[in-house]
């Protein structure tokens, strides 16, 4: 069986293409760079060089490999609008395109990275772009299971390299609202074992899936626990909302990627929580992969583990 994956080179791409191919799947990808396919892969994945704003372009891909499966990855954290980097281009024009040539191509099943606090409600650009590629999929009649994880844990973690180059030369972190916003870290393991059990699973069909971990955990114990980790002392001073928001409508005209933006700000308009919503599927890890999620404290120290090794 064939499956077409987008971001095969990202931090959790890289553990779906790992599972597919354990598994003995043929694995193809699109991607801006076919070099960085081949050397992080070699033979083992087909690599096509895809402009995702230009249909003709992904068809090439479609026509040559003729995928079962489709699993798209690509999202952004940050716009980057001098370089045309923006949430709508990339999580709605992108997904637009590719399930348009999905569809005529005949894929049996797609599957689909969202975010966690996606919802027609949600006040951030990046929520209201993933929201518009989720109803996108769903109106074009395809097999699909759409996947809402919250923040994701392994050596790769942006975060951790953003904490570890900031709090070297600066020990102090400031806490948008105190940092009692709310996370259910998972493990990146147990979300690769999400995607690729689904490919099969019928009962998956046509679901959108919260995937969490087994603990929730606030932003400033979460970067408690990194920096005792590190063994590094940093102050945290929380700072009310609407000042970072304004922080970063400033810091986003100056830098690009900036430190962080007004968006991300917008994006804790609620806890990243699992269970918010009633009308998706929680407990992805324990329905897909018929086992509990790795605990927060084994997932968070494996993680920091790898990120060392990364540096």
């Not at 006040?123 to 919250?150: C, V, W």
């Not at 626990?225 to 945290?236: A, C, E, P, Q, T």
Request: hydrophobic share 40%; charged share 25%.
């Amino acid at each position: 069986m064939k499956v077409l994956i987008t971001g095969s080179t990202g931090f959790v791409g890289r553990y779906i293409v790992e599972n597919l191919l354990n598994e003995g799947y043929e694995v193809a990808s699109p991607v801006r760079n076919a070099d960085k396919v081949k050397s992080l892969y070699g033979e083992k994945v087909k690599a096509y060089k895809v402009n995702f704003e230009e249909i003709p372009s992904i068809k090439q891909a479609f026509e040559d490999f003729k995928p079962d499966y489709l699993i798209h990855l690509i999202g952004i954290l940050y716009q980057e609008p001098s370089k045309g980097i923006t949430f709508y281009k990339v999580h709605y024009l992108y997904s637009k395109n590719l399930y348009q040539v999905a569809k005529e191509y005949g894929v049996k099943k797609v599957l689909h990275m969202s975010a966690l606090g996606t919802h027609p409600d949600a006040p951030s650009s990046y929520h209201k772009t993933k929201y518009m590629a989720e109803q996108e999929l769903i109106n074009t009649g395809l097999d699909y299971t759409i996947f809402r994880p919250s923040i994701v844990l392994g050596p790769e973690q942006r975060l951790f390299f953003d904490m570890w180059k900031i709090t070297r030369y600066l020990p102090a972190i400031a806490l948008p609202g105190g940092g009692s916003y709310l996370f259910q870290p998972v493990d990146v393991r147990d979300l690769a074992c999400c995607f690729t059990k689904a490919l099969k699973d019928e009962q998956s069909s046509r679901k959108i899936y919260e995937v969490c971990g087994d603990k929730k955990v606030s932003f400033k114990e979460l970067l408690e626990d990194i920096f005792s980790y590190w063994n590094r002392k940093v102050v945290l001073l929380p700072f009310p909302k609407v000042f970072m928001y304004i922080g970063g409508l400033i810091a986003e005209k100056i830098l690009e990627p900036p430190p962080f933006s007004s968006d991300q700000v917008l994006m804790m308009w609620r806890d990243n929580v699992c269970g918010l919503d009633k009308d998706v599927e929680s407990q992805a890890v324990q329905k897909l992969c018929g086992k509990e999620p790795i605990p927060y404290e084994e997932s968070l120290r494996w993680s920091l583990e790898g990120f060392k090794k990364l540096l």
